[in-house]
């Protein structure tokens, strides 16, 4: 119908929890057009995007799964007070894979960006630790945070 239907949907997952996680979830245009057509909410994929793009919204991507050696990094980050430091100034997500290889862990930069991600929703490292990693890949090409809440500024 409209782009005014794109935000009576977001209005309604306001109000609604469980819409709201569905839509959080969703990994792409197609899932949510078809979550808001399930609830009766008819726009184009067009008019979706616009409104996302308005509201700074963005689509959820599926959670990387982080090998063991990815984990093992993590905790190791989390616990050595100089290879936080290393990660903290790393320029990219590039950077800290190559830090990561020379401590001896083989990772990918999707393992690393998802490491840092979990930790952050565990609150294992603090905000500005967090902030200072996340700062860095935000440089790198291939980074693409996706989730259909808001954007932190």
Do not use: W
Not at 14 to 38: C, F, P, R, T
Not at 78 to 88: D, G, K, V
Request: charged share 30%.
């Amino acid at each position: 119908m409209s782009r005014e239907s794109v935000l009576a949907l977001i209005k309604a997952a306001e109000a609604d929890q469980s819409l709201k996680a569905q839509l959080e979830s969703a990994e792409g245009s197609e899932q949510v057009l078809e979550i808001a057509a399930s609830q009766g909410y008819n726009f184009t994929e067009e008019e979706l995007l616009t409104v996302m793009q308005e509201q700074q919204l963005e689509f959820a991507t599926p959670p990387v799964e982080l090998s063991e050696h990815a984990k093992a990094l993590m905790k190791e980050v989390e616990a050595n007070e100089t290879l936080r430091q290393q990660f903290e100034s790393a320029g990219s997500l590039a950077d800290m894979v190559k830090i990561a290889i020379d401590q001896g862990y083989q990772v990918t930069e999707e393992e690393v960006e998802a490491g840092l991600t979990y930790f952050e929703q565990e609150g294992e490292l603090s905000d500005a630790e967090l902030e200072a990693v996340a700062g860095a890949g935000k440089n790198n090409a291939r980074y693409k945070g996706k989730s259909c809440s808001k954007r932190k500024k």
